[in-house]
């Protein structure tokens, strides 16, 4: 498994109330999807994905407004309702490494999840076996 995969094809929605995780999650990246977006919260995060159905999203589980799971849940609500083909492949990104706290975001509706402090790496390992061609 390679880490260098192209995924120029795809778009990333990264969810965190902490500027600095947004810089250090952009910076990782740059270059790596055809678009990295910033949200703050949850609420905004969800208003941002009605407009532009994002590939990945990168998720906080805790931040303020509207949580990483809320979002989640009605993201998942509205791809639901809008009969998307395919769902958006979102990751909690979480400091918790409590099994509850991560029991409860994958039974938000998230898919994966990954620890903070952010690793490109395992992010991208992530990203590539969702996404690998079918062979």
């Given amino acids: 498994m390679s880490v260098e995969q192209d995924f120029s094809n795809l778009k990333?929605?990264?969810?965190?109330?902490?500027p600095i995780n947004h810089r250090v999650v952009t910076l990782s990246?740059?270059?790596?999807?055809?678009?990295?977006?910033?949200?703050y919260?949850?609420?905004e995060a969800f208003e941002k994905y009605k407009e532009v159905p994002y590939d990945v999203i990168l998720m906080d589980a805790m931040m303020p407004v509207m949580n990483g799971c809320e979002s989640t849940l009605v993201i998942?609500?509205?791809?639901?309702?809008?009969?998307?083909?395919?769902?958006?492949?979102?990751?909690?990104?979480?400091?918790?490494?409590?099994?509850?706290d991560i029991k409860h975001c994958?039974?938000?509706?998230?898919?994966?999840?990954?620890?903070?402090?952010?690793?490109?790496?395992n992010f991208l390992r992530m990203v590539e076996e969702k996404?690998?061609?079918l062979a």
């Avoid at 898919?111 to 790496?121: H, S, W």
Wanted: glycine letters at 8%; proline letters at 3%; aromatic letters at 10%.
């Fill in 12 to 18: 990333l929605l990264v969810v965190d109330d902490s």
């Fill in 29 to 39: 990246l740059r270059g790596r999807f055809k678009e990295i977006e910033s949200a």
């Fill in 131 to 133: 996404f690998k061609p």
């Fill in 41 to 43: 919260n949850g609420l």
């Fill in 76 to 100: 998942r609500m509205f791809e639901k309702e809008q009969q998307f083909d395919k769902k958006s492949f979102i990751i909690a990104m979480t400091a918790s490494d409590a099994n509850g």
């Fill in 106 to 121: 994958l039974d938000a509706g998230m898919d994966a999840y990954i620890g903070k402090p952010f690793i490109a790496a």
